[in-house]
């Protein structure tokens, strides 16, 4: 029996889980570490913290495995998309990593754009727009602004390559994160020269990009005695942590759809072949198969927004569950529960922090909409969980109109575990949704990688197919089709309406 060990490297923290061939987690450790807000809308975090956080977790799981650590077979790594790490030619980091929810970078997104000969030439080369979040307008702006810094730049690593390059010394990308950098030429798998040369990039600072099932190193002597496993394990080039969430939920073939509900929400279908929406409001990436691709609309504040109210208006709850052990969101969950469907008119945007698909903009803001002396708590819980979902429907009509099948939707995260929240996502797409076995995230599917990159599997298939299975299935209740359907068409009319009165507020406030 060999093990396969899958570290994702999150924004919050670093999680390490050690899985069988049979896919049973074995066990696991994780570790926290700091987000930085040096100024207003600015995110970063230092390397050297993700560096440790792995270092621990792999140091934990060494010891709780013992004599069996021998048995681990390869390692594999997943990341948040979109952050930038700047190397010098030492390889030393030169300033903190600017990470996927910095959105400091807008006039740097209208330069690119500009550039690049427009928005729709841009997309033609990258299969994406220029956003806030990615990675190439972090570059322009340190380009820009920290031209200093700039002109030591020897390389720009991702975060979970940057931790590979610790682990093994030797420095690469994938497919699956390097598509989120709007550099790389998605449909024809390589960076885009067309794209580098417009912004005045150099090529020599973008690293090699490698497949997710590749090794791309090994575990260095002084990595495997900082950690206890031993030296030589192959290391594989893991992915984006939507590509390895998608993997580890088996959603590696046609007609699957992953539905994520954390902090953010992520609908994600898999394709056969690289389909792009003209309007990039959704997006195209690699996947973490060689030669597959995905299409994956993202909210951004999907569970948050039910943490927003559960934190904000929840007291009676959170005193409740400190008393008695409930949970807070399961007694928020009753009280939805007995609340009619449509939440007697009471419709919520969750756009607590602007909003990316389908309306990529920095300005938008949550609204209750239909207030009346009927509604109460339940109402407000209900039409916040609804809203989550409506917003999550956005994606999916998109996305079925782009032809791509539709068919099943497997859920993870906080939506997964919500029965209300699984009915409702069943309802409002009018899709079964699936429960798996595993809800591990993107660490289970870095796992599996690693897991392919040993040979341990013939392909990422394979893997899937040999280890997630459905436990659980939800089905639509079609009496409520009409109702819901109308309720969408009121939820998706709101924005069009507000949508110059968010500027005005955000002038407003300053």
């Known amino acids: 029996m060999g093990y396969m060990i899958g570290i994702d490297v999150g924004t919050s923290g670093v999680k390490t889980l050690v899985v069988s061939e049979t896919g049973e987690i074995v066990t696991q450790a994780t570790a926290e570490y700091p987000l930085y807000h040096p100024k207003a809308g600015w995110a970063e975090q230092d390397p050297e913290d993700w560096w440790q956080g792995t270092l621990a977790t792999l140091k934990q799981v060494a010891q709780n495995l013992g004599p069996k650590a021998a048995e681990v077979k390869a390692i594999g790594l997943s990341g948040q998309m979109h952050g930038s790490v700047f190397l010098d030619k030492s390889g030393n980091v030169l300033r903190p990593a600017i990470l996927w929810c910095d959105v400091r970078t807008a006039e740097q997104c209208r330069y690119i754009t500009e550039k690049a000969g427009g928005r729709e030439q841009l997309i033609s080369h990258t299969s994406n727009p220029a956003l806030e979040g990615f990675t190439a307008p972090k570059i322009v702006w340190l380009q820009q602004n920290e031209p200093e810094t700039y002109r030591q730049v020897d390389k720009v690593l991702l975060p979970k390559d940057y931790v590979r390059y610790r682990l093994t010394g030797e420095i690469f990308t994938e497919m699956s994160d390097a598509a989120g950098t709007v550099l790389l030429d998605v449909t024809n798998r390589r960076w885009s020269e067309a794209v580098l040369n417009a912004l005045d990039i150099s090529p ?34 893991g992915g984006a942590d939507n590509a390895c969430g998608a993997t580890g939920a088996g959603i590696v073939r046609a007609g699957r759809v992953l539905s994520s509900i954390g902090s953010s929400g ?7 072949k690289p389909q792009t929406d003209p309007e990039g409001k959704v997006h195209t990436f690699n996947h973490a198969i060689p030669n597959k691709w995905y299409v994956m609309g993202v909210i951004m504040a999907a569970g948050l927004s039910l943490k927003w109210f559960r934190d904000n208006f929840a007291h009676m709850e959170k005193q409740m569950e400190s008393l008695t052990g409930t949970d807070a969101y399961d007694l ?83 939506g997964a575990k919500s029965p209300l929240w699984r009915q409702m996502q069943a309802d409002i797409m009018q899709l079964e949704v699936a429960t798996l076995n595993v809800d591990e995230g993107p660490a289970f599917g870095a796992a599996l990688l690693a897991g392919v990159a040993a040979g341990i599997y013939e392909s990422v298939e394979e893997a899937a197919e040999n280890t997630v299975r459905i436990t659980h299935t939800t089905e639509p209740n079609t009496a409520l089709t009409g109702l819901y359907d109308d309720y969408y068409q009121l939820f998706r009319s709101l924005y069009p309406a507000l949508k110059d009165r968010f500027r005005e507020a955000a002038r407003l406030e300053g």
């Open 332 to 414: 928020m969950s009753q009280q939805a529960a007995q609340t009619p469907p449509g939440a007697e008119g009471l419709i919520f945007l969750p756009y607590l922090n602007g909003e990316r698909t389908p309306h990529a903009d920095a300005f938008a803001r949550g609204v209750f909409f239909g207030i009346n002396p009927r509604h109460n708590r339940g109402h407000m819980i209900r039409s916040v969980m609804e809203g989550v979902v409506y917003a999550l429907r956005d994606s999916v009509e998109i996305i079925r109109g782009m032809g791509i099948p539709v068919e099943q939707v497997r859920a993870i995260g906080g």
């Open 204 to 237: 020599a600072i973008m690293p090699e990009v490698k497949e997710a099932t590749d090794v791309c190193g090994t575990l260095t002597a002084a990595a495997a005695e900082a950690t206890g496993l031993p030296a030589g394990i192959p290391v594989a080039g």
């Open 266 to 272: 992520v609908i994600l279908v898999h394709t056969d």
